[in-house]
Nanobody, 120 residues
Framework: QLQASGGGLVQAGGSLRLSCAASGRTFSSYAMGWFRQAPGKEREFVAVISWSGGVTYYADSVKGRFTISRDVAKNTAYLQMNSLKPEDTAVYFC???????????????WGQGTQVTVSS
C-alpha cells in the first residue's frame, strides 16, 4: 500500500513537501511516480524517479520547481514543490511501477491522494 501525505493550503510562491510512504511490501525495485488531477481535468504526470534514484523525469510545467526523491531505507518517496502556482492546485497521487513511465496506466500501485491548494 502507498500512503500520500503532506498536502495543504499554501500561498502562491510557497512550498510543500509531499511524502509517499509504502507499507506491506518493499518498493525498492519499483519506480515511483507522482501524478495530479485538478477538478474537471484528466490526471496528468508530474514526476517519476527510477528504482535506483538515478533517473528522474518531470513534466515541463513543474521542471525547475519540483524535485522528486526517494529514501529506500524508509520505503518512502518525496515530492518537494517550490514556487507553487495556483495552477498547481490538484489532488496529488503517488504510484509505483516496474519502470520509468509517463502514463499512469503503466503503474501497478496507487496511493489515495493528497490535496494541494495554492491560493493567489
Amino acid at each position: 500500500q502507498l500512503q500520500a501525505s503532506g498536502g495543504g493550503l499554501v500561498q502562491a510562491g510557497g512550498s510543500l513537501r509531499l511524502s509517499c510512504a509504502a507499507s506491506g511490501r518493499t518498493f525498492s525495485s519499483y519506480a515511483m511516480g507522482w501524478f495530479r488531477q485538478a477538478p474537471g481535468k484528466e490526471r496528468e504526470f508530474v514526476a517519476v524517479i527510477s528504482w535506483s534514484g538515478g533517473v528522474t523525469y518531470y513534466a515541463d510545467s513543474v521542471k525547475g520547481r519540483f524535485t522528486i526523491s526517494r529514501d529506500v531505507a524508509k520505503n518512502t518517496a518525496y515530492l518537494q514543490m517550490n514556487s507553487l502556482k495556483p495552477e498547481d492546485t490538484a489532488v496529488y497521487f503517488c504510484a509505483a511501477g516496474t519502470g520509468v513511465y509517463y502514463s499512469g496506466s503503466s503503474y501497478n500501485y496507487w496511493g489515495q491522494g493528497t490535496q494541494v491548494t495554492v491560493s493567489s
